[in-house]
């Protein structure tokens, strides 16, 4: 079986390492990659929002499966263009990635269908955005509307921040497109939990659940990223908590969808907080999460490709997802300044360690330079072990991660060490 991985993180060196340890794959493709997914199959130089590349490439070589890792390739509609052309993609269609593509689009749904989520209003005139901002409480979050690489919200203080916030948005189109409209929504407090869930539009199962770690720094400060480190399962969580994010919010959600015309198939994943007065959506992306799925990975027996054929034939009802119960954590190595300008090209020692037991570290911006192991991109690899306890896997994956050695590496040295406490 011939497998295509599209994208370049550690979320796709984590696809392909998986994808590997299923025999019947015997060819392993990974657009474009990293240093780390060439070990594990072929690189091929063609971008991951590169479709005419993409789809050039997939008829030519008809892959069995492909599977989508980012958000972009599925808003621009790949698995649409491949479906034209007979060839399976794991991932929702572009009408259906819009619940990630368009935040204003997926906070009229969840307002029309009164899903739990913070209060907030949908703006295109920048002027109305800010006649509502100077009124409404503080904080504020104030969202661009489009794809911005997870620097598109901002939590304003107070009404001069609210007013930069709409200004840089909407008026210098700091995000291009993405700010043609803004979400203004009431601040909520919490812990936040990543859901991600497999359906194939009629029914769904539960991944584990996973906690991110979104802010740069320890004890969670500095700007946010695109995750720091993660962990999974999140076994904080008690059964009540866990009923109520699928009674209140998977459930309804999932069940608003075909509502709205949206035939959903693939990973959805409900970014929630778990505010004092329950769980709230914040977010839907259409996609497994990074560095959530360097975790949740290393925990599923099933072969990603069964899930893919069971969605595709509307049949995951009848396919049970089989997990260890192991706990994983994965710590993210960045480079220096990540995330506003993170310096890169340094060479990168002690990254390939043979893979031994139940650790292995995840490439993300890595590339080769002159036969050396090079930093290409701000987060640079997750290092993650999973074991029988959480606190050995933490233990073992800080091992890992102290190991990689390049110039100015930034890591947070408490990712996990709230799991133990109660919401
Ligand atoms: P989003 O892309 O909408 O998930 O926003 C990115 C991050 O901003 C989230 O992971 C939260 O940390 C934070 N955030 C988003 N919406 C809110 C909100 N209503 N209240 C507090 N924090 C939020
Ligand atoms: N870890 C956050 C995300 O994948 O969006």
């Known amino acids: ?134 009124k409404a409480p503080y904080p504020q979050v104030i969202k661009a509307d489009g794809l911005a690489a997870g620097k598109g919200v901002v939590i304003a203080k107070n009404p001069d921040e609210a007013a930069k916030a709409i200004y840089r948005i909407m008026e210098r189109r ?20 990543s859901v991600l869930a497999v359906t194939d539009g009629k029914t769904y199962q539960l ?13 969670d400060t500095g700007p946010n990223t695109g995750g720091m480190g993660a962990y999974a399962p999140a076994r904080f969580l008690d059964e009540a908590t866990r009923r109520r994010i699928e009674e209140e919010v998977l459930a309804p959600l999932l069940a608003a969808l075909p509502k709205e015309g949206i035939d959903y198939k693939g990973i959805l994943y409900a970014g929630l907080m778990l505010t004092p007065t329950g769980p709230q959506l914040l977010e839907i992306n259409c996609r497994l999460g990074d560095p959530e799925t360097q975790v949740i990975l290393p925990l599923l027996e099933t072969p990603l490709v069964d899930i893919a054929a069971a969605v595709a034939r509307g049949e995951l009802g ?5 997990f260890n119960d192991l706990s994983a954590l994965g710590v993210v190595a960045a480079a220096p300044g990540y995330p506003e300008a993170p310096r890169l090209d340094g060479p990168i020692e002690g990254i390939d360690l043979p893979a031994t037991g139940n650790r292995y570290v995840f490439h993300a911006g890595t590339g080769t330079k002159g036969g050396r192991t090079v930093t290409r ?25 102290e190991g990689i050695g390049f110039a100015g590496k930034v890591f947070r040295r408490d990712i996990g060490a709230r799991a133990q406490q109660k919401t």
């Open 174 to 193: 700091a995000f291009g497109d993405a700010g043609r409209e803004v979400v203004i929504e009431e601040c909520l407090t919490g812990p936040e939990i």
């Open 318 to 322: 009848s396919l049970e997802l089989r």
């Open 377 to 401: 991109g701000g987060r640079v690899a997750t290092a993650v072990a999973w074991d029988r306890d959480l606190e050995t896997a933490r233990r073992h994956a800080y091992e890992l991660v």
């Open 207 to 219: 991944l584990p659940l996973a906690q991110d770690h979104k802010r740069v720094g320890d004890g």
């Open 1 to 134: 079986m011939k497998v295509l991985v599209i994208g370049s993180g550690g979320r796709e060196h984590a696809i392909a390492w998986h994808a590997r340890k299923d025999p019947r794959v015997t060819g392993l493709f990974i657009a474009p990659g990293n240093a780390g997914t060439a070990q594990l199959g072929t690189n091929l130089p063609i971008a991951a929002n590169d479709l005419p590349g993409l789809l050039a490439w997939a008829e030519k070589e008809r892959p069995d499966w492909t599977i989508v890792g980012p958000e972009e390739p599925l808003c621009l509609g790949v698995v649409d263009r491949f479906a034209e052309k007979g060839l399976a993609a794991f991932g929702p269609n572009q009408s259906a990635a819009r619940l990630e593509g368009s935040k204003a689009f997926a906070k009229r749904l969840f307002l029309k269908h009164r899903l739990p989520t913070a209060a907030g209003a949908i703006f295109s005139d920048p002027l109305e955005a800010y006649a509502h901002s100077q």
